[in-house]
């Protein structure tokens, strides 16, 4: 069955996203979600992790479910969306496998290398953000774009194309943006609450960070230390965000951001600044994932072995010589 008979013939639909979810996963499962009930459905929205403070504000945050224990009957349908592999749900697929076996699965995403798991399937490489794409299914089926649908698939867009910045940005999602604001998202509303969100102890945090700063052969890196977020009274999310201030740097081809977790394991993020580096490649070898300009994997060594080893593979990837 296609994606029009699926979604339009569904009661009770599952919209799920991936771990560490960003502004594209939460924006849009809530974004679809608002539009499925004003149809007049009764959609569950479910991620594998808590929606993070920043995203807290979106409408319908609060009623994001963590597990499917306990889920209502009655459910008929499972959107996956923006998730490209289904390892990525974590406990939501692993737990239930047996409800994707017996359920209709649609899966819209933009990730490189999806493998098309689902019984109908709208994977795109070319959108910059999954909100993008709904927002051009939503308006094809005939759902009722209202307003707080609409500010939720803004966010994502936003998200994704950090403010429509990233060279995957077209004037087709420049369109849905519009078609987006026309529905009723306040665009300044939605800018000022995905940016201003960071706290004094976060800045502190980034400071520290910063006076680790390294740049060599096209790249730039840095370092939050377990000890930093201790001096500065901060969690590890405070780092998000610094590595966008890391991406203001000219004359760079990728930046790293290398976080150490306290599990004996170190977060890196990673950005390309131009063509010459794909730094989803990058992340597949590390056993993580994302797309070719922003990605990221976890290396369970210590900061020192493990910037040792991902700047390694970049440096070399990056002169294009063997990896
Ligand atoms: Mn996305």
Redesign the pocket.
């Known amino acids: 069955m296609d994606i029009r008979t699926l979604t339009l013939g569904a009661r009770r639909p599952l919209l799920l996203s991936h771990c560490q979810p ?1 502004g ?2 939460v924006g849009s499962i809530l974004g679809l979600g608002h539009a499925l009930r004003a149809a007049g459905q009764c959609p569950i929205s479910a991620l594998p992790e808590p929606v993070p403070e920043s995203l807290a504000f979106l409408p319908g945050a609060t009623d994001i479910r963590s597990s499917l224990v306990g889920l209502p009957d009655g459910v008929d349908l499972i959107f996956v969306l ?1 998730c490209g592999r289904l390892d990525r749900l974590k406990q939501l697929y692993d737990e239930h496998q047996g409800l994707f076996a017996r359920l209709p699965v649609i899966n819209i995403d ?1 990730h490189l290398g999806n493998p098309s798991f689902g019984t109908a399937n709208l994977v795109d490489t070319s959108w910059a ?2 909100a993008e794409e709904l927002y051009f299914l939503i308006t094809d089926l005939g759902l009722p774009l209202i307003a707080p649908a609409a500010s939720c698939l803004l966010a ?1 867009i936003i998200t ?1 194309t950090q403010s429509f910045r990233t060279p995957n940005t077209t004037s087709r999602t420049l369109q849905a943006a519009a078609g987006l604001v026309e529905a009723g998202a306040p665009l300044a509303e939605v800018t000022s609450a995905l940016h201003r969100t960071a706290s004094p102890s976060s800045l502190r945090l980034w400071g520290l960070a910063l006076s680790t700063l390294q740049s060599r052969d096209g790249l730039l890196w840095a370092s939050v230390s377990q000890s930093m977020l201790v001096t500065c009274s901060a969690t590890s999310v405070e780092a998000d965000g610094l590595i966008d201030l890391l991406c203001m740097v000219r004359d760079t081809a990728g930046v790293l951001l290398f976080r150490e977790e306290g599990n004996g394991t170190v977060r890196v993020s990673l950005r390309s600044l131009d063509d010459r580096l794909n730094v989803a490649e990058i992340a597949a070898r590390f056993g993580g994932g994302g797309h070719a300009r922003a990605a990221g994997c976890h290396v369970n060594a210590g900061l020192l072995e493990a910037q040792a080893q991902v700047l390694g593979y970049t440096m070399r990837a990056l002169r294009g010589a063997p990896v």
């Open positions: 960003d594209d996963a923006d933009h953000a999954v994502g994704d």
